[in-house]
Nanobody
Framework: QEQLVESGGGLVQDGGSLRLSCKAP???????????IAWYRQAPGKQRDLVAR???????DYGDSMKGRFTISRNNSRKTVYLQMNSLRPEDTGVYFC???????????WGQGTQVTVSS
């Protein structure tokens, strides 16, 4: 079983919305609260870029092109991080990966990714 499981991807039209979820089924609650969780996007033929990141206390930061359109949040009791994506654009198309890094830097986990396709 994977450390991180993403869901919520799909096909949406230009200007539409999606909400991605990243769940950590194998982590206990106290462990989950010691991880920074981030979403990365990888478009075909391109590098993996940061979309948004949230620390254990809920402080978030975003990639420049996502500010004002995307919102990352976490529910520690559910061991889940969400990415609400609004006003989607065709250039948001890609595979979205969830990444969990312990605040100590000792552990670094990746999910399998979920495909987001925005049609024009």
């Amino acid at each position: 079983q994977e450390q991180l499981v993403e869901s919520g991807g799909g096909l949406v039209q230009d200007g539409g919305s999606l909400r991605l979820s990243c769940k950590a089924p194998r982590m206990i609650f106290s462990t989950f609260t010691t991880f920074d969780i981030a979403w990365y996007r990888q478009a075909p033929g391109k590098q993996r870029d940061l979309v948004a990141r949230i620390n254990p206390s809920g402080t978030a930061d975003y990639g420049d092109s996502m500010k004002g359109r995307f919102t990352i949040s976490r529910n520690n009791s559910r061991k889940t991080v969400y990415l609400q994506m609004n006003s989607l654009r065709p250039e948001d198309t890609g595979v979205y990966f969830c990444n969990a890094v312990s605040v100590s830097g000792e552990y670094d986990y990746w999910g399998q990714g979920t495909q987001v396709t925005v049609s024009s």
